[in-house]
């Protein structure tokens, strides 16, 4: 062997000593070793967001391994779909923590038996490996190497050669969990997807499963999830951590796929106050990003994440990739209330009808929106029309004239409604407003409270069943924004259709002197 060929196999190993070494003492390394192929390729790879989540987990261990002296007892991760979470938590986690820790105990868990074994047997295997050996088994340099015990034939369980007491058991939600001595609780998707997370005894069985059975055999418990639903078993642990204050602390990661503005809690009372309603904001994303960035554009590039979202439900993307669900009922607007008609009914006519208007300043961000509304003499409002886009300031303008334009065509005189905003800008927007609207019946207001207060009057009159939509293609954009209500990102209009029927309410309580009807009475 020559000299060269020498000093590179010297170098090699060195290398290689120093992967080994990186594996032993950090779970993202150790991830990305005992996943390297005979060419040295590694199919999984630690970014930043998987370095931050194995730090947490080796905090689960640390307080594995100093009988709760340090670390975390608790922890609870919430990242979406895709991004290797299961993988680092239920596959590499415990085959780490049982090399540093042999004799623990690792009960999973997961909603099917199936996917859980599945994952059991993933780690027994690994512990086989070659890589694993080199690692932490008889061929480290370890002074009782961690193998598997000869007769642990079985997926769902097995357990470590003597001298070591450790092993893991894999079981799905609701089947039997042997009694044995406290450890490791991993707690992977109890709950398999949206339509489960919509029966309540579906969460009802998880939660209790969960009370019963896993966390009477737990010294220390990770629980990962789509946080699908916010009475789920992560969103009953957010909640219970407000309400009990004697009881377990879980360290929550919570890592929105997409950083928006306005998605974070002002304070830890804005915190707690989500908290009760099973969501978790942090005050801060704990990857330092900015608002339009990300989780891992190597996994999932931003152009894909949009393109996602454009496709999905408000609700299935606030719970799938923000991790910020609520209830697909409503929290205030339950979808059972919207109501549509092809037309106004025969015989029935307009009284007093307006469009009202909540404007946004730019092609980013909020929409403008538009909503014509009406009260009828059967003592019904209808909703006719919405107008809604993402405009620059020129673009909106068109829009507004020529929805002026349209209204008078077909309904003649239609009052025209619109918000100012605060400061001498709102003032001068609004009055440029009404310069662009000159002709026609415009007015503006500077509106106040809340836009919950100023919802109120709107969702008690849909739950009364007194407002009808007039079927058309915005129906449905309009109505999954109302069941989202407060939780989703968009609100536009929720807004300009509450400032509809809060102006109509007003136009009908006047004395009838003082406005004229639709028919000019």
């Avoid at 000093?7 to 990305?32: H, N, Y």
Wanted: hydrophobic share 40%; proline share 4%.
């Amino acid at each position: 062997m020559s000299i060269a060929t020498l000093q590179t196999s010297r170098e090699e190993a060195r290398a290689e000593v120093g992967k080994i070494l990186l594996a032993q003492a950090d779970l993202a390394f150790f991830a990305e070793y005992m996943s390297t192929d005979g060419d040295g390729e590694a199919w999984y790879h630690a970014y930043e967001m998987h370095h931050l989540i194995a730090h947490e987990l080796q905090q689960v261990l640390l307080f594995l391994q100093t009988d709760g002296a340090e670390g975390t007892q608790f922890l609870l991760i919430l990242t979406p779909p895709q991004h290797g979470k299961s993988a680092l938590v239920s596959r590499f986690f415990p085959a780490f923590a049982l090399g540093n820790l042999p004799n623990l105990r690792v009960l999973e868990v997961s909603y099917g038996a199936d996917l859980a074994s599945e994952n059991s047997r993933y780690v027994r295997n690994m512990i086989l490996s070659d890589q694993y050996k080199a690692v932490f088994g008889n061929l480290s340099p370890n002074a009782e190497p961690v193998v598997l015990a000869a007769d642990s034939k079985s997926a769902a369980s097995w357990d470590l050669a003597s001298p070591h007491r450790g092993g893991m058991i894999a079981s799905g939600v609701g089947g039997a969990v042997p009694g044995r001595a406290k450890g490791l609780g991993i707690f992977d998707d109890p709950i398999k997807g949206h339509k489960e997370a919509q029966s309540q005894d579906i969460r009802d069985d998880a939660w209790d499963f969960y009370v019963s059975a896993l966390r009477v055999r737990m010294r220390a418990g990770v629980l990962v999830m789509t946080h699908w639903h916010p009475d789920d078993p992560a969103g009953r642990i957010i909640k219970d951590m407000v309400t009990k204050p004697k009881g377990d602390k879980w360290k929550i990661v919570m890592l929105p796929g997409l950083i928006e503005e306005g998605m974070f809690a002002a304070n830890r009372e804005d915190q707690q106050k989500r908290m009760l309603d099973g969501v978790y904001l942090p005050l801060r994303d704990p990857l330092g990003r900015a608002v339009g960035e990300v989780l891992c554009p190597a996994m999932m590039p931003r152009n894909e994440m949009l393109k996602v979202r454009e496709t999905q439900q408000e609700f299935y993307f606030q719970a799938l990739y923000q991790q910020m669900p609520f209830s697909k009922d409503g929290q205030k607007y339950k979808k059972d209330w919207f109501r549509t008609v092809s037309k106004i009914p025969e015989g029935v006519t307009i009284k007093f009808i307006l469009r009202y208007w909540d404007k946004a300043n730019s092609s980013a961000g909020d929409f403008t929106v538009g909503v014509l509304m009406a009260y009828c003499s059967d003592g019904f409002f209808y909703i006719l029309d919405v107008v809604r886009g993402q405009w620059t300031s020129y673009e909106r303008d068109q829009k507004m004239r020529k929805a002026a334009e349209k209204d008078a065509a077909q309904y003649g005189k239609v009052f025209i409604w619109h918000q100012q905003d605060p400061g001498s800008a709102g003032k001068d927007s609004a009055e440029a407003t009404n310069r662009l609207l000159m002709g026609f019946p415009a007015k503006f207001e500077t509106v106040t409270g809340s836009k919950e207060d100023r919802s109120d009057p709107l969702e008690s009159a849909f739950q009364g069943g007194l407002v009808f939509l007039l079927q058309a293609a915005w129906n449905d954009a309009f109505i999954s924004e109302c069941v989202a209500f407060n939780r989703g990102k968009y609100d536009d209009q929720v807004d300009a259709a509450s400032s509809a029927y809060n102006k109509l309410l007003t136009m009908i309580r006047r004395p009838h002197k003082e406005v004229k009807s639709y028919q000019g009475s």
